[in-house]
């Protein structure tokens, strides 16, 4: 055998695909890379482009030149190149196309007319995306007469149709002035404030300003994301001035407590980085559609990357609520508490049968409308025709449960329900009204200032849980007066309380 001669030379440049981190792909590879890198980049609308156009000139090379091989020498006998035969020299002297075909760029550049439409160029749809501005003035619970300092906050928000834009609630809170941004604007636009749903931790506005809607097009809400979905979540949160993307999966869909409005309601749990000023913006999925509302995020030391999106069903309702009733009323929720029935002692002692299932009645709320239809020691067997567990769940997807307050939250303020019960071995329904919950200490006070009544040198107020927050911080729950929590947690009667 001959002894091989290796060529003296410069060795090649590497080629575009592993400037991507892709290996080079073989002839079979060719056409999933492709996919790949369009899968990569699918966030938002697509836009075609034509090929030409995006095609880069032949770099001629330093060193030897390279000899040019048949196909090359006769470009009328040979219009395309077979990738079976050129496919790893294809991809480092030529171009990729939307079929997958490698073609050298000098061929595509003069000889090359593709009858297809073109390559597919993601743009991201982050126009819509818009920065918000709030001077804010909170009242003084100490001194209610009076507010306290005002204070500057920003956060995010995104446009939807009717001219509106939607935040967060916690955003716009206490709200003297807001003002809207535009993605590369320089205009701080005056913005008014339509509805604030603080249960669902969600705010509308408008801008009266037509110039503000000029070249801005409306986001397109998407369905309820499966678990391990991709979502990119867009605002501007701090450590900067322009837009930010973080992306990540759905981690988890389970009935949260939304700490803003101290209620629960169905959320998103994903990966993404939420900061502060990611509040009220957009998480789109793979198509471009909004999926949710950043809105918190878990600060612990023993977890990472966990926030928490407002999904679609939550925001539509918000929404429907206001288009249908001119202003937000709220979400019903049931006011009472249950246990859970998983114990057989407990269910063979509350009269249940083996094939009944459901959850036991501990105390119901008197200031609801439950009050007068249900007792406790109840035994709540199903909601609207959906069957509860003993857990508390109910089917909710393939493969998933969630709790049923879930059915409860779905329906609209004024809005008729069926429950069935299980009462002394006797199984009851009873259709009411829902209505909205109206705590004895309320959990806010909907960006209203405190009332006060001052007699003989003494100031009364109503109590709340943001003068509770305001006068014993934080832990209120553990600092606050034990006469003022009983009320709060453990109250049976029906009258508004002074202190």
């Known amino acids: 055998m001959g002894e091989v001669k290796r060529k003296r030379g410069r060795k090649p440049k590497n080629s575009k695909a592993d400037s991507l981190d892709f290996p080079p792909p073989t002839t079979a590879t060719a056409t999933s890379v492709a996919m790949v890198m369009d899968d990569v980049f699918s966030v938002s609308n697509v836009e075609l482009m034509d090929p030409a156009s995006t095609s ?45 075909d490698v073609f050298p760029s000098d061929i595509a550049l003069e000889r090359v007319q593709p009858e297809w439409p073109g390559i597919v160029r993601v743009v991201p749809a982050m126009d819509a995306v818009v920065k918000v501005f709030c001077v804010h003035t909170e009242p003084n619970f100490s001194l209610p007469w009076q507010r306290k300092r005002q204070y500057s906050s920003s956060s995010s928000g995104f446009v939807i149709g009717g001219r509106r834009v939607l935040t967060n609630a916690h955003s716009v809170e206490h709200h003297t002035q807001v003002k809207l941004k535009k993605r590369g604007s320089d205009t701080k636009y005056l913005a008014t404030v339509l509805a604030i749903g603080t249960e669902c931790d969600i705010a509308m506005l408008t801008v009266d300003d037509d110039e503000f809607w000029v ?61 502060s000023g990611n509040s009220g ?91 007068k239809v249900l007792k406790p020691s109840d035994i709540i067997l199903g909601f609207d025709g959906v069957d509860i567990a003993n857990d508390g769940t109910v089917p909710f997807r393939h493969g998933e449960r969630i709790g049923f307050s879930y059915l409860v939250s779905q329906k609209y303020t004024g809005d008729s329900a069926t429950i069935k019960v299980l009462r002394n071995s006797e199984t009851l329904s009873f259709n009411y009204q829902l209505a909205t919950y109206r705590r004895l200490i309320p959990a806010h006070n909907e960006g209203k200032p405190p009332s006060y009544y001052i007699i003989a040198g003494f100031v009364f107020s109503t109590v709340s849980v943001p003068y509770l927050r305001s006068e014993y911080g934080k832990d209120y729950e553990y600092e606050a007066p034990v006469k003022l929590l009983d009320k709060h947690t453990h109250t049976d009667l029906n009258f508004e309380v002074f202190y």
């Open 56 to 100: 880069k000139p032949h770099q001629n090379r330093r060193g030897r030149p390279k000899k040019l091989s048949k196909h090359l020498e006769n470009p009328d006998k040979f219009p395309q190149l077979s990738p079976s035969r050129r496919g790893p020299r294809g991809v480092e002297n030529g171009e990729f196309t939307a079929s997958g």
């Open 281 to 371: 913006g957009p998480a789109f999925n793979d198509k471009g559609n909004c999926v949710g509302i950043a809105f918190q995020s878990l600060k612990h030391e023993d977890a990472e990357n966990i926030g928490y999106v407002i999904p679609t069903p939550v925001i539509l309702h918000f929404i429907r609520d206001y288009e249908k009733n001119g202003a937000y009323t709220g979400f019903p929720i049931l006011g009472l508490e249950w246990q859970k029935m998983e114990n057989p002692d407990l269910c063979e002692a509350m009269g249940m049968k083996k094939d009944q299932k459901g959850v036991r009645i501990r105390r119901i709320d008197p200031t609801g409308p439950e009050s």
């Open 215 to 275: 070249g801005v097009s409306p986001v397109e809400f998407g369905e309820l994301p499966a678990l391990q979905d991709a979502v990119t979540v867009v605002g501007y949160p701090i450590g900067g001035d322009t837009i930010s993307v973080t992306s990540g999966v759905v981690s988890r869909i389970e009935i949260l407590s939304y700490v803003h409005g101290s209620t629960e309601l169905l959320g998103l749990q994903i990966d993404a980085a939420i900061n």
